[in-house]
Structure formats: C-alpha cells, structure tokens
C-alpha cells in the first residue's frame, strides 16, 4: 500500500513504545486507541494472537504486537493500549506498551530499511526515521505485519482469527482478560 502523504509532504504517524523503542504506523490506518480491555482466547491461534474483545458490539481480533516481532512478552500495566488499526475488512487490535503521540515527519525523513533490519522485523518494518532526541523510529508496515509469514512457517491468522470471532459473538461467547 502506498504512504499517505497530507498537502505539505509529511507523513503522520501514531507512535507509541515497545519496551525502549519507538515505533510508528501510519495515522489513517488508526481508527481509535482503547485501554487494555477483556480478551477471548480463540483455540489454535498462533502465539501472537491473543484472542477477540469486544468493542461496541464487534468482535476485533487482538495481537500481542511484542510477540508478533519476536520481543520479550512483558506483562501489561497501567499504560498498556490497543491500537484498532485498519487491516482490510475487519479491524485488528494491536497490543502496545504505551502510545507517545502523533507525529508528522517529512517523506524525505523516511528511511529504506534494506540491510539493517533481519528475521520477522525486517519485514514488518517500513522505513526507519531519526527523531529530535537523536532516537530512531521504526515505522511499521500493517500489510506485512498482519498479513505476513511467521518466521516458524505459519501464516499470520488474523483474518481467520476473525471469522472464528464472528461465529463465537453468534453463540455469545463470554470474555477473560488475558494475561
């Protein structure tokens, strides 16, 4: 999919914090930010795949991001979010240690990743930016991310995750708060 870039050629990005480091997704694919909620484990679903919450009345398939990039699971606390990102029909949440904020950074700023990342992150990740404080960005890519292989060999779930999470709301499956 190509970036989103607003009038003056700067391209927005939510960013929020994996343990030390900062990443990025592109703000048009955001449709809300919600606090740690109650989670559905979903049977067979890879590791990463945390389950189904919902959120209004619609089912959302929710990923433990920190997993899903190979990071060290963490338990969740008090700044915990889920970001609701556009992932073609259904919305996907996306488990995260804390939001930052919403940045706005010259295309130009938006660096190829080609040679430094390996493994499931260099996949998943889109371009890599130097922020004020000298930090670096990750910027991921939705598309890799949830649609991607596992570096195990398993296809990413989501969507099927999803279709499972529409039959359980249709027989009133009830919530747990993951762990």
């Not at 900062?22 to 809300?32: I, L």
């Not at 890879?46 to 990071?71: A, E, I, W, Y």
């Not at 922020?131 to 099927?160: M, N, R």
């Amino acid at each position: 999919m190509d970036r989103h870039v607003d009038g003056n050629g700067l391209v927005q990005l939510v960013t929020f914090h994996l343990g030390r480091e900062r990443y990025g997704v592109e703000v048009v694919r955001v449709r809300e930010i919600v606090r740690m909620q109650s989670i559905t484990a979903v049977p067979r679903s890879p590791k990463h795949v945390l389950g189904v919450t919902n959120l209004r009345g619609s089912l959302v398939s929710v990923m433990d991001l920190r997993m899903r990039l190979g990071l060290e699971r963490i338990p969740y606390g008090p700044k915990t979010r889920i970001l609701i990102v556009e992932a073609g029909v259904q919305p996907v949440g996306l488990v995260v240690d804390s939001v930052a904020d919403v940045m706005r950074l010259p295309r130009e700023a938006m660096g190829e990743t080609s040679g430094l990342l390996s493994g499931s992150e260099a996949r998943c990740v889109r371009s890599v930016a130097e922020i004020g404080d000298g930090s670096l960005l990750l910027e991921l890519d939705l598309d890799d991310l949830l649609g991607g292989e596992q570096d195990e060999g398993q296809v990413s779930c989501v969507a099927e995750t999803s279709d499972t999470a529409s039959s359980i709301g249709q027989s009133g499956g009830a919530g747990r708060r993951a762990a």
